[in-house]
């Protein structure tokens, strides 16, 4: 079995969906988190220097989208044929269209503006973006599941750490029930919810 470490900042970001898969996936892996000080120093060493970054015995990933991907089909997080893992695919599209809005956010220095993109992200772009996981998420199972098949996958646990991120910043409107109902399942897995109960806040 290789020896998986992960490497990004004391912070889940990009990095926490990986977090997550490694922990469904029952697999140990370092939590390798840079102060700023030690990754100026590291970073000319790490693949188009930045992060998060995989390491996999001796060979680095860079780029968090390949990385999750990556651990979600080495443990079987991807579904189980063609269809399903485009499935998940369609999901994390979804998922990044909707990121755009939020990261727009972290990044707007105009205070003014800022509010303005905040009261967007709350009042249009999350419900846009619950309505369509909603519609999605109904297609399997009449949404009493999971995204994708019978069992979890990369896009329930996106789409769960999505949500508990933004929700930190900004007011999440109420779930739609199926979409509630999935988040309360990912939240609930046992592995997670031990994981989540030692991360704390």
Known sequence: MPAYKLMYF?????????????????QS???????MEEWQTVKPTIPQKQLPCLQVDGRL????????RYVAREFGLYG???????????????????????????YEKDETKKA???????ENKLPQFFSLLEDILKEN????????????SLADILIYDITDQ??????????????G??????????????????RGK
């Not at 044929?81 to 990261?103: C, H, M, P, Q, Y």
């Not at 303005?116 to 709350?122: A, G, I, S, V």
């Not at 199972?141 to 979890?152: L, Y």
């Open 29 to 35: 892996f370092e939590d390798k988190r840079f102060p």
């Open 141 to 152: 199972n009449d949404g009493d599941g999971f995204f994708v098949g019978k069992k979890i």
């Open 61 to 68: 990933i860079p780029q968090s989208g390949a990385i999750m």
């Open 166 to 179: 933004v929700g930190a910043t900004a007011k999440l409107p109420a779930f739609p029930p199926k979409l």
């Open 116 to 122: 303005e993109l905040k009261k967007d992200l709350e």
């Open 10 to 26: 004391d912070t889940k970001g990009r990095a926490e969906v990986i977090r997550l898969a490694f922990v469904v996936a029952g």
């Open 181 to 198: 109902g999935l988040i309360e399942r990912v939240k609930n897995y046992p592995k997670i919810k031990e994981y989540l109960a030692k």
């Open 80 to 106: 189980d044929n063609n269809d399903e893992n485009t499935r998940v695919d369609v999901i994390i599209g979804t998922a990044e269209d909707f990121l755009k809005s939020a990261i727009a956010i972290h």
